[in-house]
């Protein structure tokens, strides 16, 4: 009995998921960019100690004008890799495995939920 009630609340969780993925995701992710936020504006050509995050999925890497980048992250898009979702994700894992002398002094999200979900917030915010 209390067994198949579980079973019912699980498929309607599943269920709920599934259909609202995206928006989920988004509410997820800003909650996820507070982690962020110390050192990243979304605020479009808003700097802080790290550049704005403003449109950059997509962006090449150490690009954005008026930031003073890292000359390690300059040449990793000197280098032709492009900030699209999967090469996020495994930037965020450990940002210095991907870019070696970075000068972004997070040690990473492990989780990749957490990931999926930061980067569908950035990508929402220039639609
Ligand atoms: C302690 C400060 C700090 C934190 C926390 C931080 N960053 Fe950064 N971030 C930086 C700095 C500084 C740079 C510039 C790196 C360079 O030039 O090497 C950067 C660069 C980046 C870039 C490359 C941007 C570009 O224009 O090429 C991305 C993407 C990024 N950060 C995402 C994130 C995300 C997402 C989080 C949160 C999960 C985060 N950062 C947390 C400081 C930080």
Known sequence: MQKNTLMLIGGA???????????ADTAAGEAVF??????????QGKKKVGPSL???VGRT???LDGYKYSDSMKAFGA????????TLSTYLIKPRATVAKTKMMFPGL??????????????????
């Open 79 to 86: 280098g032709g890799a492009s900030w699209d979702a999967a």
């Open 61 to 63: 890497p150490g690009t």
């Open 13 to 23: 969780v599943a269920l709920a998921l599934t259909a609202g993925t995206a928006t």
């Open 110 to 127: 492990k989780n990749e939920a957490d990931r999926t979900a930061v980067i569908a917030y950035l990508d929402s915010l220039d639609d």
């Open 34 to 43: 507070k982690k962020c936020r110390v050192c990243h504006s979304v605020v």
């Open 54 to 56: 403003y449109g950059v």
